[in-house]
T-cell receptor, first 115, second 113 residues
Framework: DAGVIQSPRHEVTEMGQEVTLRCKPI?????LFWYRQTMMRGLELLIY????????DSGMPEDRFSAKMPNASFSTLKIQPSEPRDSAVYFC?????????????FGQGTRLTVV | AQTVTQSQPEMSVQEAETVTLSCTYD???????LFWYKQPPSRQMILVIR??????QNATENRFSVNFQKAAKSFSLKISDSQLGDAAMYFC??????????FGTGTSLTVIP
């Protein structure tokens, strides 16, 4: 398996623009996570899907952020409108829910810069 | 949400020496999992070691071992015979029974030649 695939790897956008980050989880994994990494706050869990259904989105910072998982092999995280404080590395991770010792497998991350 | 605390933002160790990274967590659950991840400059998150809460025996993976103190909710990582390639950011993670993963803020490890 190719692992968790995220795109793009880097994104630079202007304040106010819409940004869409994409993720393809590992086949067969039914849990998907979006994280935001910053120096100050480390890895923050933004939202968690199980079987394509959002289970916990309490980490989504504000209404400008939204996430979808239309099927088992694809998820998006959208920021609209983007702000400079959204600049961070965004990770997608997947995990097979029913395997007790399974770790979360991470993608390479998307480095977002909002200018 | 669960909290994971790593109180050492930075640590350094001499090559070939031993270093211990600290982690504490907060939970009311009895059945959960703990992990240490390594993040080198490439940004890739790499699993180092895992521990199941119901197992009393501390996990070991080659030069990496943990000291799991369930009652104290403590989960430290010991790296023996440190190598230059061990230099990275290390994250402690807690996995809840509901399969949510929570991470600490990380410890940046420098290995001195």
């Amino acid at each position: 398996d190719a692992g968790v695939i995220q795109s793009p790897r880097h994104e630079v956008t202007e304040m106010g623009q819409e940004v869409t980050l994409r993720c393809k989880p590992i086949s067969g994994h039914n849990s998907l996570f979006w994280y935001r990494q910053t120096m100050m706050r480390g890895l923050e869990l933004l939202i968690y899907f199980n079987n394509n259904v959002p289970i916990d989105d309490s980490g989504m910072p504000e209404d400008r952020f939204s996430a979808k998982m239309p099927n088992a092999s694809f998820s998006t995280l959208k920021i609209q409108p983007s702000e400079p404080r959204d600049s961070a590395v965004y990770f997608c991770a997947s995990s097979p829910k029913n395997r007790g010792t399974a770790e979360a497998f991470f993608g390479q991350g998307t480095r977002l810069t909002v200018v | 949400a669960q909290t994971v605390t790593q109180s050492q933002p930075e640590m350094s160790v001499q090559e070939a020496e031993t270093v211990t990274l600290s982690c504490t967590y907060d939970t009311s659950e009895s059945d959960y999992y703990l992990f240490w991840y390594k993040q080198p400059p490439s940004r890739q998150m790499i699993l180092v070691i895992r521990q199941e809460a119901y197992k009393q025996q501390n996990a070991t993976e080659n030069r990496f071992s943990v000291n799991f103190q369930k009652a104290a909710k403590s989960f430290s990582l010991k790296i023996s015979d440190s190598q230059l390639g061990d230099a990275a950011m290390y994250f402690c993670a807690y996995r809840s029974p509901g399969n949510q993963f929570y991470f600490g803020t990380g410890t940046s490890l420098t290995v001195i030649p």
